[in-house]
């Protein structure tokens, strides 16, 4: 059996096999049998499902996008094709031709006119465009009959066409040419496209654009065009689909069609995981058999639906978690926008919080006194619309923070409005206790619909809650299959026997008062605990297991909370309505709550309130609006305002804000203004003329001769924030440039800049010609080429992909392709033999390999490199500073952001020295070592300096040593409160015999390790040695296949991540992403989770003492530790805003509030300046001092490492090589050979040994 | 600290929340009012009627409808309509003094009544008997009702945005580009003919027109509740009117009849539904019970246990085998199965080989009609019957045809089937063997109609193109009106309305009584010629008579066989 699975055939042969013995087993069971016209008519209905989801996975993989538009795309072009064949009689061939043509402009169309206006919004946004979308195509496909072809009438039934008359008859169907047709075409068109995707170059390109697209432009890809083509395919299919069936489907107008009638098609999506095009379009078929053998045999016909939900949910819950570690990343799926507090500073300002409490004054006010004006018809409107607004809330704590979206929200709503209705009629339950179990059983929904979708990341449950509130619209709330369950009719009850709730006033009072509850428990769970949880599972699973969270469980309380906000809505939207009928919950509603809630900004809590409240109160007041709210109106609005109203507002807030901070004096931050901020008056501008290493030249003589690189004036900012000021460089043809500087200058947001990916003000040229002009495409092909740090690759393509997408920009010269190829394997060997392999499977030192091979490439003549020997082995930083050196000798000029000043200075006779957005220093690299004023530590320098000079803070019990204009301040330990004892006498760690297959790779073989309490342990080896695979199999992150570990003498083998976190396992990772959405201050206060005292979701709702005592507790802690790293200035910064080297300093300050008995640290290095590093080992020695704790440390900084290991652990190939004291392990041959080799600079890539 | 200390420490404030929650819902629990079943008359009512301040006066006053006769009813007081001329005169019992203070109006003294001729409206079929009034009225004798007006409302969107124009797209009817103000214009001129023509004793009705919040094609496919209720409420509360005549969607005339306002325009609900409302909820359209009734016993007569003639193919002459086909509506559910209680009472149901049901779902119903042509073509049905929509027919005869499957089709008469429009757009081959029942009248050629006529008797404009159907709207509510008297409630509007003797015109012929709240009494037979020209369009494909016009009571068909277009 097993070598059956092994292989595609095998494995499609036994899904046949499956296949035709479930239809054995439908046709003896089901009462009216599974006979073969319906399987086959089935089969026909589903490939051309199967075709939409096709273009579904399309467009998703092309823009990470669930496209509702689709169907209204098909309407308008299939349809002007069908009357092309009907009404002007044109040829039925040429029509099957035109449809499809038309429908690639259609998609064109909508890509180059609306996708691309969203391209930097939120996905969700989009998500919400693609519905507006749908609406303006449909509206138009009404006029299209009667105003083009003069036809009467919008629907269309079946028709002849000339293959009509070839026929045949499978028991009562009678199969036409048509349908034949349709069986023909579709798997054609499937496999064409598998193919495209999968081997072509294009069909690859697109692949890289979606879950890498900075990337995809850098190589040169044309991700615009490309994007253009995708969408432009995926109308072409919607249209052929259209055609296809219309002459025995007939056609109805699109406009009339909600996303539900997508449900097949997306069902069919989820089981192929949004990705594979074939099991997509075999799903579909076999679904669509599934769904008429239903509808043959039921008598009723919503039990189809509940099928598709079935499917959907089998289809989750049977899938398999990822087979490698290319697949844990999330593809680029960004969330909504982010709506930032106001600066803790600014809001303690007294007219702030006078202007708040005003405000809240003002609002309580309304909500007491405007009801009293309002007439009855009215108040129950605004009643209807605080119902929403709830829902919106529910929405944002389920998309805004758990990350999931829910096109089903106003389902669970019904599900709460049928429990209530029924204790209210049938056992005339008292209201409170009723809305309490409503408010139950939305959060028990909520759960059963979340944790299939959990299982994977993705859109899934958006499909879920959108097949759910099919099935509840259709089939629970129908009178003919529970006719007993739906509670009709009600009347309102008198609260505590004297408030008439028949008073719509008194309702609405009742309403508002419940929308209040919900926003503050809302706001409490957000504040608390709970929320940071939420927000952090979503953010970084493996960050937040590794600090001690389970992470599926925070966010299933999150979909707890949010079913119960929704529940609880049910419970009031019944009384208003005073019983539910059928149709009362129907599935556009949800739609229409989403989309308000994401106009509003689904970040904010008031942001989507008011935006579903306006939405919803916007189509009361107006007919026009109701009927273009949800579509043209919505497009409109996201157009103008893609962030949503929250982000309009929080703009004017920070504005007025700003006004006031002024006028409150310097001593409070302005709101925003919380990264590098405009230098003091002291460092002043670069001096202009002639740098300082080409000697002394008379400045009216000097002409200093055309750049090849050249930046004038240079500005960047990152929405509000101003990152670079005015900066200025130069660099000469055939010059290596070292750019250098502390951690968050500015270094790599200048390269981006030069590269075209962020947009800036000032002056880039290459050669005299400007480009700062020009898309990041049109850079690369004029001759400059960005090897980015960190995420310069695609985790799911192969290496050889990678390698054929880098010739995308000379993809028809063959011969180029081939010279540059060998030249390839000859520089970097080892991408040879992983040529088949997933980028994401790579080592870290193979990933930069192969993104140093893609950008070589791409034979630029100015060649930027960000991070050169970012995580890699001394052996490997050697060779790739001799690949640079050589690429310099042939002329290249090269500009290379480099944290180590001693491997800059073997590569870069001149180094530009960056801080705070300027350049502080330009001229020799040998010069810039006499500079201890720019060369220092800004994080950690006091600890090198010892215990003494400690400074205080900035006068508000705030540290501020980030700004290097002022004075540092010391890391002392001893303030930090004692660590918890490790308990037991025995190593603290043991991992016995591990071993670890990926595939059929083994990355660990049998390896041995023992940690003894308070040791600290260096494990070395070259990239792929399986160091990173050991720290994760010891956290948990991956499963051993064999052997086992021990946590202070407990077998954790079987444990998951957040329980060896809890069992005071600490971990940090090589790329230090922490968590982007939450600030410094929220981000250490997670990573007191394994102490937090409360652990209550309600508690933390309802701000209990149990809540905002623990509360002040870990905050209090989590101050102290930003106080104590000197991240006061950062304190209040999301952690996405922070430099490399910045979110290191976070990651220390982490394992300090985590309190583990063992660390396990993975490059802590990577990405901080070397001067920090130099501050490092001193700093870890002494955390490991204070806490006890044992460290197990990867790491190829060898000075770090020697100056802080007790033992060196050398692994090569999965397996321990050698180990013991670390002047005799890096003294080993095998370890020189192996991984160590002979470069200096690559070896001492901190430190003062090699420089001097 | 102790774990109870912690606990109290910890979670204090939610502790006594909680406490004082469960207090209170034990010692100040909420109260529903009393829960009461109002029985329609003549038949069962499962709805339970709530009984809030305004259900308890309309309570009160339907114990006084049951015990006493309605104040001002011509019949209660004696007159004889069809006597003509001067009849009795109300006694001192009469609606002044039943209907109470409020407002006075009208002009002093006693109320008298008194009969004057067949027809209030000579020319007028469908007109009440006539009637002299004179005396106190009683002035505010319900809501909406002074002494000098009758507040009616109308949600302009119910005809500018609603059914009409939804079927007239889908029908590609050649409709003028009308707004919102032709049909307001049409509506006060039907009013103003009303007041001229009709006895409102001393009243007028005052029309509200008023743009709602509602979304009515949300509404017909069951949804958009909330829009309903909240223009319910605003009629009820704000407007305070007495009746409202466009509630042509189930759901708002379903919010309407909850907040006690009289409304006309619920299309082919069954009659259960509309006796739960009663005695609010009316139409001029037949109730789908009729349409069962009277298409079951059309089958049972001319149908049943004859071959197949009229089918096409090889279904030609074979022994019938029937299929019902509704949408899953519940009401029309309930109209189904009544359907085919029917056929098993007269023991003709044993053709019936299958009845299926179909989902109210636009882009859905193509494959829903592909799935029920092969179970009609697998069961080997030669007759389909079918209470469907014209989009459903739509599809279903197009792919009846694609599939070269041509059976019987009986025409329903529901959902504007029986309008040459709508036959129009289904495929010719196939309907062109349908036949059955028509409630509405013969295709009467436009500017023809009762409508156009008393609108034009009143304004030299042009009046909307719906003007029929907004005319039959507010004609039955003036009948109602003129035949409840001057004590006019919602409960002697229903008593009027029962009075009402039966009367037949164009659109056949129309009466009520209890558990009867929609018109049709009678339907003619009809069949599908698609080379006839219509009346309507003056395009081929029209429904003919093959009864030279004959309209027949319900149950009552003449056993001759039917015909079709197709032979």
């Avoid at chain 1, 909500?367 to 709830?390: H, Y």
Wanted: hydrophobic share 45%; glycine share 12%.
């Amino acid at each position: 059996m097993e070598r059956i699975t092994a292989s595609p055939a095998g494995r499609w042969g036994l899904a046949t096999v499956a296949l035709l013995a479930a239809w054995a087993v439908a046709a003896a069971v089901l009462p009216n049998g599974a006979p073969p016209g319906e399987v086959l008519a089935g089969a026909i209905l589903g490939s051309a499902t199967g075709l939409t989801a096709v273009g579904l996975i399309l467009i998703w993989r092309a823009s990470r996008v669930i496209n509702f538009a689709n169907g209204a795309m098909a309407g308008l072009a299939g349809l002007v094709a069908v009357h092309l064949f009907l009404s002007w009689g044109w040829p039925y061939p040429v029509t099957l031709v035109v449809a499809p043509l038309l429908g690639l402009g259609v998609g064109a169309l909508v890509e180059f006119t609306v996708v691309r206006r969203f391209a930097d919004a939120p996905r969700l946004v989009l998500t919400v465009a693609t519905i507006g979308v749908a609406q303006v195509l449909g509206g138009v496909e009404l006029l299209i009959p009667e105003r083009v072809f003069g036809a009467r009438g919008l629907v269309l039934g079946a028709y002849d066409t000339p293959l009509s008359s070839l026929s045949f008859e499978v028991g009562p169907a009678l199969i036409t040419g048509n349908h034949l047709l349709c069986v023909a075409v579709v798997p054609v068109v499937v496999a064409v496209l598998g193919w495209f995707l999968r081997r072509s170059l294009a069909g690859t390109a697109v692949r890289a654009a979606a879950e890498n697209t900075e990337r995809a432009r850098l190589l040169g890809i044309p991700v615009r065009r490309l994007t253009t083509t995708v969408w432009a395919i995926a109308g072409a299919l919607a249209a052929l689909t259209f055609v296809l069936q219309a002459p025995f489907l007939g056609a109805s107008p699109s406009a009339a069609a909600g996303p539900a009638v997508l449900l097949p098609a997306l069902a069919a999506a989820i089981v192929a995981r949004m990705e594979k095009l074939t099991v997509a379009f075999a799903a579909a078929v076999v679904l669509g058999v599934v769904q008429e053998l239903v509808r043959w045999n039921a008598d009723t016909p919503a039990l189809v639906d509940v099928v598709v939900l079935v499917v959907i949910l089998v289809a989750l819950l049977t899938d398999r978690a990822a087979k490698s570690r290319a697949h844990d990343a999330d593809g680029g799926w960004r969330d909504a926008d982010l709506v930032r507090a106001l600066d803790p500073a600014v809001a303690a300002l007294r007219s702030v919080r006078a202007a708040r409490a005003a405000g809240l004054v003002v609002l309580v006010a309304a909500a007491v006194l405007v009801p009293l004006w309002l007439a009855p018809g009215d108040a129950f409107s605004v009643s209807v619309v605080a119902v929403w607004a709830m829902v919106a809330v529910s929405l944002v704590v389920l998309t805004g923070w758990a990350g999931q979206i829910s096109l089903g929200q106003f389902a669970i709503v019904g599900v709460g409005a049928i429990v209530a209705g029924n204790l209210l009629t049938r056992w005339n339950v008292d209201l409170f206790v009723t809305l309490f179990v409503a408010t139950a059983a939305g959060a028990l929904v909520a759960v059963l619909l979340g944790v299939p979708a959990l299982r994977i990341r993705g859109p899934f449950l958006a499909v879920v809650t959108l097949a759910f509130a099919v099935v509840l619209d259709g089939y629970v709330l129908n009178p003919n299959v529970f006719p007993e369950l739906i509670p009709e009719s009600l009347t309102r009850p008198l609260l505590w026997g004297r408030v008439d709730l028949a008073d719509e006033r008194a309702m609405l009072w009742c309403c508002l008062a419940a929308l209040a509850l919900v926003i503050a428990l809302a706001r409490g769970v957000r504040r608390s605990r709970s929320g940071r949880l939420l927000i952090a599972a979503r953010d970084n699973r493996k960050a937040a297991e590794a600090a001690a969270v389970p992470t599926r469980w925070a966010t299933l309380s999150g979909f707890v909370f949010s079913g119960a906000i929704a529940g609880l809505a049910g419970g009031l939207h019944v009384l208003l309505l005073q019983g539910v009928r059928a149709g009362s919950y129907q599935p556009v509603m949800s739609v229409e709550v989403f989309s308000g809630a994401t106009i509003g900004g689904l970040g904010s809590l008031g942001g989507a309130s008011v935006g579903a409240a306006l939405l919803r109160g916007g189509q009361d007041l107006d007919a026009t609006i109701r009927l273009v709210g949800a579509g043209v109106g919505v497009l409109v609005v996201l157009w103008v305002l893609p962030a949503g109203l929250a982000g309009l507002a929080a703009r004017a807030r920070d504005a007025v804000a700003r006004r006031l901070a002024t006028r409150a004096g310097p001593a409070t931050a302005a709101p925003g203004d919380d990264t590098p901020a405009i230098p003091s008056p002291e460092v002043g501008p670069v001096p202009t003329g002639p740098p300082a290493f080409v000697g002394e030249v008379p400045a009216g003589d000097w002409r200093p001769p055309v750049p090849a690189l050249a930046a004038r004036g240079v500005d960047v900012s990152y929405g509000q924030l101003q990152v670079l000021f005015g900066v200025d460089l130069e660099v000469g043809d055939g010059e290596v440039v070292a750019l250098l500087g502390t951690n968050g200058a500015g270094k790599s947001t200048l390269l981006r800049a030069v590269a075209g990916l962020s947009p800036c003000r000032g002056e880039v040229s290459l050669r005299g010609e400007r480009i700062d002009d020009l898309s990041p495409e049109r850079i690369v092909r004029s001759g400059v080429a960005l090897m980015p740090g960190g995420r310069a690759l695609f985790p799911t393509l192969t290496v050889a992909d990678h390698l054929r997408l880098a010739t995308w920009t000379f993809r028809t010269d063959t011969s180029r392709i081939r010279d540059d190829l060998e030249d390839v394997d000859r520089l970097f060997p080892v991408l040879r033999e992983r040529r088949n392999q997933l980028a994401g499977d790579l080592s870290g030192g193979e990933q930069q390999q192969l993104a140093l091979a893609c950008t070589l490439l791409l034979r630029p003549s100015v060649l930027l490199i960000d991070e050169l020997s970012l995580g890699l082995s001394p052996l490997v930083v050697a060779a790739l500073c001799d690949v640079v050196r050589r690429l310099n000798e042939t002329g290249m000029t090269i500009v290379v952001v480099e944290q180590s000043v001693n491997v800059a200075l073997t590569l870069a006779g001149r180094a530009v020295f960056m801080e705070k957005g300027q350049v502080r220093f330009e001229g020799p690299t040998q010069d810039l070592l006499e500079r201890p004023d720019l060369l220092r530590s800004v994080f950690l320098a006091g600890d090198t300096a010892g215990n003494g000079d400690h400074t205080a803070g900035n006068g508000d019990g705030r540290a501020d040593t980030a700004d290097p204009d002022r004075p540092v301040v010391p890391i002392d330990l001893r303030e930090l409160p004692p660590s918890a004892p490790a308990g037991g006498d025995g190593p603290v760690l043991v991992v016995e015999d591990l071993t670890k297959r990926f595939g059929g790779v083994e990355a660990l073989s049998h390896v041995d390790l023992r940690v003894e309490p308070g040791e600290i342990v260096g494990l070395i080896g070259q990239n792929g040695a399986g160091k990173t695979t050991l720290l994760d199999c010891i956290s948990g992150f991956h499963r051993s296949d064999h052997g086992r570990i021990l946590l202070r003498g407990t077998d954790v083998t079987e444990w998951a991540p957040f329980e060896r976190a809890r069992g005071r396992l600490g971990r940090t990772f090589q790329e230090a992403r922490l968590f982007p959405s939450l600030t410094v201050l929220e981000t250490l206060a997670v990573a007191c989770e394994r102490t937090v005292e409360n652990r209550s979701l309600v508690a933390d709702a309802t701000r209990q003492p149990a809540s905002y005592l623990a509360e002040a507790v870990t905050l209090r802690r989590a101050a102290e530790l930003v106080r104590l790293l000197g991240l006061g200035r950062y304190e209040h910064t999301p952690t996405s805003a922070l430099s490399t080297g910045t979110r290191r300093i976070v990651e220390l300050g982490c394992l300090l509030a985590e309190d583990p008995v063992v660390m396990l640290l993975d490059e802590p290095s990577a990405g901080v300046a070397q001067k920090e590093t130099e501050a490092l080992g001193p700093l870890l020695r002494r955390i490991r001092d204070h806490t006890g704790a044992a460290l197990v440390v990867i790491e190829h900084d060898m000075p770090l490492l020697a100056g802080l290991c007790g033992r060196l652990v050398a692994m090569e190939l999965g397996q321990v090589l050698v180990e013991g004291p670390p002047a005799d392990v890096l003294a080993h041959p095998a370890v020189v050979a192996a991984y160590l080799g002979t470069d200096a600079a690559a070896i001492h890539r901190s430190g003062t040994a090699f420089s001097t | 600290m102790l774990p109870k200390d912690r606990l109290f420490r910890g979670y204090g404030p939610l502790i006594g929340f909680a406490a004082i929650f469960l207090a209170v819902a034990v010692l100040v629990p909420s109260q529903q009012r009393e829960v009461r079943t109002v029985e329609g008359a003549g038949a069962a009512s499962r709805r339970a009627a709530t009984a809030g301040p305004e259900a308890e006066v309309a309570g009160a006053e339907e114990e006084a409808v049951a015990t006493d006769p309605v104040a001002g009813d011509p019949a209660a007081a004696g007159i004889d309509p069809a006597a003509g001329g001067a009849g009795g005169s109300t006694g001192p019992g009469g609606a002044g003094a039943a209907a109470g203070g409020g407002g006075g109006g009208g002009t002093k003294g006693p109320p008298a009544l008194a009969g004057c001729g067949p027809a209030q409206v000579p020319g007028d079929p469908y007109a009440p008997p006539c009637i002299t009034f004179s005396g106190n009225n009683g002035g505010a004798t319900g809501r909406g009702v002074t002494g000098d007006t009758i507040t009616v409302a109308v949600r302009i969107q119910g005809f500018s945005n609603g059914i009409l124009d939804a079927v007239s797209k889908v029908a590609g009817a050649t409709i003028p580009d009308e707004n919102a103000d032709v049909i307001v214009r049409t509506v006060n001129g039907l009013t103003e003919y009303f007041n001229k023509r009709f006895q409102f004793y001393g009243r007028k009705l005052k029309l509200v027109v008023y743009n709602g919040k509602g979304d009515v094609l949300k509404e017909t496919t069951g949804g958009g509740q909330e829009g309903a209720q909240a223009d319910a409420l605003k009629v009820a509360q704000e407007i305070q009117a007495f009746a409202d005549v466009s509630a042509v969607t189930p759901v708002y005339a379903d919010a309407l009849a909850s907040k006690q306002v009289v409304n006309v325009g619920a299309p082919f609900v069954s009659r259960e539904w509309l006796s739960q409302r009663r005695p609010f909820s009316w139409s001029p359209f037949p109730d789908c019970s009729t349409v069962v009734e009277s298409v079951a016993s059309y089958y049972a007569t001319k149908l049943y246990g004859s071959p197949a003639a009229l089918a096409g193919g090889d279904l030609r002459g074979r022994p019938r085998q029937a299929a019902i086909i509704a949408p899953e509506n519940s009401w029309y559910q309930e109209c189904v199965n009544a359907g085919i209680g029917i056929l098993q009472k007269a023991g003709r149901a044993g053709e019936l080989a299958l009845t299926t049901k179909y989902q109210l779902d636009i882009p859905r119903m193509s494959s829903q009609a592909d799935t029920t042509l092969r179970q009609l073509k697998d069961r080997g049905i030669t007759t389909v019957v079918c209470g469907c929509d014209p989009l459903f027919l739509t599809f279903l005869t197009a792919k009846a045809k694609e599939q070269g499957y041509f059976p019987e089709w009986v025409i329903t008469g529901v959902a504007f089937v029986d309008n040459d429009l709508i036959g129009q757009i289904l495929q010719r081959d196939a309907w062109s063997r349908a036949f059955g029942v028509s409630f509405a009248g013969p295709t009467q050629p436009a500017g023809t109609g009762l409508g156009y006529r008393a609108y034009k008797s009143v304004r030299t404009d042009e009046p909307s193109i719906g003007v029929e159907l907004l005319y039959n709207q507010l004609d039955l509510l003036a009948i109602g009106i003129q035949m409840a008297g001057p004590a006019l409630t919602p409960q002697s509007f229903e008593k009027g309305m029962f009075d009402y003797p039966r009367r037949t015109g164009p659109s056949g012929t129309w009466g009520f009584g209890p558990g009867d709240y929609a018109t049709a009494e009678d339907a003619r037979e009809v069949f599908w010629n698609p080379a006839a020209g219509s009346a309507l369009n003056r395009q081929p494909g029209a429904y003919q008579d093959p009864n030279a016009g004959a309209r027949f009571p319900i149950g009552r068909w003449p056993a001759a066989p039917p015909r079709s277009a197709a032979g």
